[in-house]
């Protein structure tokens, strides 16, 4: 198996040794990345306002349309070379709106009952 494709398909966490180019590409493509894991944030927002108990704006505040670091993400991945401060400032951009984003889910769930 090519490491390349262990990167993207098998791994299940970032591994000592990786360069920042894998890391990205681990958490932009990887089923276990960071991505991955806003993407189930942006469904259960997109669930909240389906079901009527959050308003539109939740796509902007907490859900899909909140992008800015998902696509610094991309933009990284497209990169020859990618810069440590700048995948760890995004990586924790992306953990921040997740946790934001759990914390409005959990209140709107609390108030359903």
Do not use: P
């Not at 991309?74 to 990618?82: A, D, G």
């Amino acid at each position: 198996m090519s490491k390349i494709n262990k990167i993207l398909n098998t791994a299940t966490e970032v591994q000592r040794g990786w360069s920042n180019k894998e890391r990205a590409l681990f958490h932009c493509f990887n089923a276990n990345g960071i991505w991955a894991q806003k993407k189930i944030t942006d469904a259960q927002i997109d669930a909240l306002v389906e079901a009527g108990k959050a308003k539109n704006g939740a796509y902007l505040a907490y859900g899909a349309l909140n992008s800015f670091y998902t696509d610094d993400l991309l933009k990284l991945v497209s990169k020859q070379r990618v810069n440590r401060i700048e995948l760890e400032i995004t990586l924790r951009g992306i953990r921040r709106d997740i946790d934001v984003a759990s914390k409005f889910i959990q209140e709107k769930q609390n108030e359903q009952g």
